[in-house]
């Protein structure tokens, strides 16, 4: 019996001591576990702060190895003229260039007016002849070049109709969809002064079967607003279509939370309206808004996916995002100095792509303003970047 016992406490004391070792050495692990200087190429199982554990969740640690991270090279356009810059002669909002029969055509809002604009909050004062913003009483004009740097501007696209017709007032912020060999411009149709009940104005759409025109104004609007108390309840601007899935994916904009009852709390978001057809109906996507930041509206075919450039407005303001299924997106970069309103030169926009190649230049506007758009006139730049699978180049 004296034997059998001290063999029994012999047994407890080394299993006992054996756990604890264990429980030491995983509390060890736990407890010094710390990041190693050589970046682990999987997520680490070892608790991490958040910042370090969503690093994991990027296409690569070093931002220069992203794919969806460039820096943007600005160059002002040849050919256009200005006026001196005396805020009579605006150009802003381009398409993205096309390349048709050897020449690159763009799409733009044009304002030729007496006056430069007197600004948002003077819209009541606005008359024929006095605009309200940059982008009151224009056409939609456009340009050709061979090299995408020197443009030759070859007049009115399509002209604002007589009142009361759908955007008498002005039509903006074009852009472009080659479908079945035939032309789609996109735009928005204004029948009031923007800025008389914030910058109300829904989508419309102009047709032609060649680049050069003539363009036909379906005259109504293609994408609706949306019901009373959605999101976009005002308003349907930036139409930007892709042919994605077989199918139009055409990406807006609305900017919402704001008039008339709220002015303070302005928001903007994008959302995503899809088509078999150029002349409709436009769904809505069930899950819009699809992006929560993001003035306006800059997409493009992406690997299996789509890409976004997510500029001004919203906390995710100056971020390349990326959605696989056109619908769904996250941030993929962060990147600075961003373009404006940008349309980049996307050869497979409109191919049904199931492989997108991404950018790697397109159009953009900056804008020379006073204090709530007063004397507010736009110029249209090109961009350069690095967003393309093919690009050759390291980041500009
Ligand atoms: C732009 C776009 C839309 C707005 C105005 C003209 O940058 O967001 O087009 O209506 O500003």
């Given at each position: ?63 220069q ?15 256009l ?46 008359t ?64 009031e ?62 900017a ?9 709390k ?8 899809i ?120 980041s500009?």
């Amino acid at each position: 019996i004296k034997l059998q016992s001290i063999l029994f406490i012999g047994l407890l004391l080394f299993v006992s001591s054996s756990c604890k070792q264990q429980v030491n050495q995983q509390s060890e692990k736990t407890e010094h576990q710390v990041f190693p200087h050589k970046m682990p190429t999987e997520k680490p199982d070892f608790p991490m702060s958040s910042a370090i554990e969503r690093m994991f969740d990027y296409s690569t640690p070093r931002v220069q190895d992203n794919e969806l991270y460039s820096l943007f090279k600005y160059t002002q356009l040849e050919g256009l003229d200005y006026n001196n810059h005396d805020g009579t002669i605006s150009r802003r909002d381009p398409s993205r260039p096309i390349f048709v029969n050897g020449k690159y055509y763009m799409w733009y809002t044009k304002r030729q007016t007496k006056v430069p604009p007197i600004g948002a909050k003077r819209a009541a004062e606005a008359t024929d002849e006095i605009p309200s913003t940059d982008w009151d009483l224009c056409d939609l004009w456009y340009a050709t070049s061979e090299d995408g740097f020197t443009w030759d501007e070859q007049g009115i696209a399509v002209a604002r109709p007589a009142k009361p017709a759908l955007g008498w007032r002005s039509i903006a912020t074009p852009d472009i969809l080659v479908w079945k060999g035939k032309y789609y411009l996109y735009f928005q149709a204004f029948n009031e002064p923007s800025g008389t009940k914030g910058d109300w104005c829904p989508i419309s759409m102009a047709y032609a079967d060649s680049p050069d025109g003539p363009w036909t104004h379906v005259g109504k609007t293609v994408v609706p607003f949306g019901k009373k108390g959605e999101w976009d309840q005002d308003q349907t601007q930036d139409p930007h279509p892709i042919v994605y899935k077989g199918k139009i994916y055409l990406y807006y904009k609305a900017a919402y939370n704001k008039w008339p009852d709220l002015r303070d709390k302005y928001a903007v978001a994008h959302g995503l309206a899809i088509a078999d057809d150029p002349f409709g109906p436009f769904k809505k996507h069930p899950l819009n808004p699809v992006l929560n930041s993001g003035h306006e509206t800059t997409y493009f075919p992406f690997k299996e996916g789509i890409a976004a450039l997510v500029i001004k407005d919203g906390n995710e303001r100056e971020t390349m995002q990326y959605a696989e299924d056109g619908v769904n997106f996250k941030i993929a970069s962060s990147v600075s100095l961003t373009p404006t309103a940008t349309g980049f030169y996307t050869p497979d926009a409109f191919t049904n792509t199931n492989y997108g190649r991404g950018v790697s230049w397109g159009l953009c506007h900056f804008i020379n303003a006073g204090k709530y758009g007063v004397n507010q006139h736009s110029i249209i730049a090109r961009v350069d970047c690095d967003l393309s699978l093919d690009c050759n180049e390291p980041s500009l």
